[in-house]
């Protein structure tokens, strides 16, 4: 029961993060959003490589036994933190951007 929470939490968070994207799109330039964007999303994709290599590991090592339940899990874990990555970064990288301090003509 409690993987199916944790999946039906997961999938609504990037539902929003994913409408945030869209807004942060369409609401900024192009370049700027563009810019925003690849960067946000390279961030959370090398968290996430991070953290699958870190369970391929765990599962790999021959003194640590991980089940099936641990290795779903975790996986989920991963993907929830590089979701939240993403999220965090677009607040930040958009909150830095629009500021009227760094903007420069």
Known sequence: MSIQLAIAGLTYFIILVLAYTIIIFTNLGEEKSEEI????FNNAYSILAFGLLVIYALIVL?????????TSYLILASKFISVFTLGGSLFIF????????TERF
């Open 62 to 70: 021959p003194h640590i036994t991980v089940d099936y339940q641990t």
């Open 37 to 40: 964007i690849k960067r946000a």
């Open 94 to 101: 958009t909150r830095k951007r629009c500021s009227p301090k």
